[in-house]
């Protein structure tokens, strides 16, 4: 080899094995996490990446090899969002986040809440009303998949046995409805962003459907059964729902409404609130779909059915709404 | 929400228009000069993470398939709750899990050497990348299913209505600075380029001839920074036609009357000289874009 003749030859051939090092340690830990790394890695990785800036630097002011400093600035950019952006698992963020972060970003949302509500409640009555006037309407708020012959024309016997009786691919229905309201509920946020008003219609339809099914078994005399069949996981379900509504205003609300900060950043701190009653919302729905699987078929009487809807509304709104100590 | 790092934390304020690289200067002060990903490397990131999501769910449904078959179709029940449940959350945690990873990037942005960060500079929070994907639902399958839905008469025409009015939100990121999509927007985040890249030998060690052929002063200083930069892109390419065509311009530039060595060593011998020359007068204070910059 030639003797190194440039100085940014000599700088390059002083510093290398310590790039090398913070290459290879930054390779071990991304790979998998952190934990990888021992104890003396992680200690050393910090003073290896502020030495690897300080190269940088150097680098742009004395040496003119385009290669080194594109390799450099990749380098730095990988070791300071390790260093810097802390990684946050969704366990780690488990942590504190059932018992603060999520009912306080609830409670947060307490009049978006309201709206989400009062915009579910409206589409139950219209519903109820119309479809107790004339039962022909039924069809305009359920489609055929949801209501599985419970219609206008099924006789209160069918009815009364939809409400006790076990069915087969019981369990797989239930996962479906999961799956399928998590998704309801993933869009009813999403839709947030455009400027609220899909998110309310997306409400309203949700309040018609339950109104159009409350109705139609009422006007057989089986509302309260109905009632208890529904809520037994519906106060579960539907109030995860009317969060997901709540947690998609926010977000539109916040696009619109930025208020004294700049519109970007009120619409990422909306959505970044937003976010946490969402991963919530999941989680409740989960519970729901448990309770509707399991809790229904288990248990038969109206009256327990009942005390549960009861016992895990209150429970929902005990958990979020209570005032409690902040950490 | 804990923005730990928002007021310590770098800044992004790139200014140019039409550039790709925003200022971003870390706590140490040093600008990491970020690239946005561009619209078309993000667009192969995400066909890429399709591509592989109907993949799996492909080998998931043989599998089950497979499972059901050799039991006789008794666990059917089971079997379909575990199809459903593991569609679903491919289709939903799939992005998630994997930008919650240290290489805040899905196996497409690697694949495109892409990976997201929060905006701020600041730790990207699970929350803002929960946000940033649920928000796919409105980007990607709102248009879908305007798409995939039919109608006659006003039934047509809302749809297609609903077909432009979300393709907004498709082709929200051709339409700001940073390439932000919606969901970029409402958690705060951005996608920025950050391959991995190997370190290349020096161009100026290594050569039998760097040192030994001598140029003048004259010679060296024909050419600035930027023309230095082409050449060790040529060197580093090492194509040998264009090693000739580059190398006869040279020599015709500077008058070349020294012995005749082969292009690329001719080259390589020029370059050091040539770098020399430059990160000399660059001590001084002197940084020379180009070849039009005298003095």
């Keep these: 080899m030639a003797e190194l003749v440039l100085k940014s030859q000599r700088f390059r051939a002083e510093r290398e094995a310590d790039w090398r090092r913070l290459e290879a340690l930054l390779a071990k830990a991304e790979g998998g996490s952190a934990a990888r790394l021992s104890r003396e890695e992680l200690l050393e990785l910090p003073v290896l990446y502020r030495s690897a800036l300080s190269s940088l630097s150097v680098a742009r002011s004395i040496s003119l090899d385009q290669g080194l400093i594109d390799y450099l600035e990749s380098l730095c950019t990988r070791a300071y969002f390790f260093v810097y952006g802390a990684r946050s698992t969704l366990l780690a963020r488990m942590g504190g986040f059932f018992t603060h972060d999520w009912p306080a970003a609830v409670k947060g949302l307490w009049r978006e809440t309201l709206v989400s509500l009062a915009i579910t409640l409206l589409g139950v009555v219209v519903a109820a009303a119309l479809v107790a006037g004339d039962p022909d309407w039924f069809y305009a708020f359920v489609p055929s998949e949801l209501a599985g012959g419970r219609d206008p024309s099924a006789s209160a016997a069918f009815l009364r046995a939809t409400l006790y009786d076990d069915h087969d691919g019981k369990s797989v229905f239930a996962t479906f409805l999961f799956t399928h309201n998590a998704q309801v509920a993933l869009f009813a946020f999403a839709l947030g962003f455009a400027l609220c008003l899909p998110t309310a219609g997306l409400m309203i339809h949700n309040g018609l459907m339950l109104g159009a099914f409350l109705a139609l078994f009422a006007s057989h005399g089986l509302g309260l059964e109905a009632g208890g069949w529904l809520m037994i996981h519906g106060a579960t379900e539907l109030f995860a729902i009317v969060l997901a509504g709540a947690a998609g205003f926010s977000i539109g609300w916040a696009v619109v409404f930025p208020g004294e900060t700049s519109r970007m950043s009120a619409a990422a701190a909306a959505g970044r609130r937003a976010a946490v009653v969402m991963i919530g919302v999941v989680v409740m729905l989960f519970l729901a779909g448990l309770l509707e699987g399991i809790g229904r078929q288990a248990v038969r009487a109206d009256a327990l059915r009942w005390t549960i809807a009861a016992a895990s509304l209150s429970l929902w709104l005990a958990y979020f709404y209570l005032p409690r100590k902040t950490p | ?295």
């Design chain 2, 1 to 295: 929400m804990s923005r730990a790092g928002a007021q310590d934390g770098p800044r992004t304020a790139g200014r140019a228009p039409q550039d790709t690289t925003r200022e971003f200067v870390t706590p140490e002060g040093v600008d990491l000069r970020l690239r946005i990903g561009e619209a078309g490397e993000r667009a192969a990131a995400f066909v890429i993470d399709v591509v592989i999501l109907v993949v799996a769910l492909i080998v998931v449904s043989i599998v089950s398939a497979g499972v059901l078959l050799a039991s006789q179709l008794r666990g059917v029940e089971m079997a379909a709750i575990v199809w459903l449940l593991i569609a679903f959350f491919l289709r939903s945690f799939y992005f998630m899990a994997f930008e919650m990873h240290p290489r805040a990037a899905t196996p497409g942005k690697r694949i495109m050497g892409l990976r997201v960060i929060a905006r701020g500079g600041g730790r990207l929070t699970a929350d803002a990348v929960f946000a940033r994907n649920a928000l796919r639902e409105l980007e990607v399958f709102l248009p879908l299913s305007f798409l995939v839905s039919q109608g006659d008469g006003i039934d047509a025409w809302v749809i297609l209505l609903g077909l432009i009015w979300s393709g907004i939100f498709l082709f929200f990121p051709l339409f700001n600075r940073d390439r932000l999509r919606v969901g970029d927007l409402v958690a705060g985040t951005m996608v920025v380029k950050a391959p991995r890249r190997k370190l290349p030998p020096d161009l100026a060690d290594e050569r039998p001839t760097v040192g030994v052929l001598s140029f003048t002063q004259a010679q060296v200083d024909a050419y600035g920074v930027k023309e230095l930069h082409v050449l060790e892109e040529v060197l580093r390419r090492a194509d040998k036609p264009t090693l000739r065509a580059v190398a006869e311009r040279i020599r015709a530039k500077i008058g070349w009357q020294g012995e005749p060595v082969e292009d690329a060593e001719f080259l390589a011998a020029y370059y050091a000289a040539l770098r020399g020359r430059l990160e000399t007068r660059m001590l001084f204070g002197h940084r020379r874009r180009d070849k039009f910059d005298k003095a």
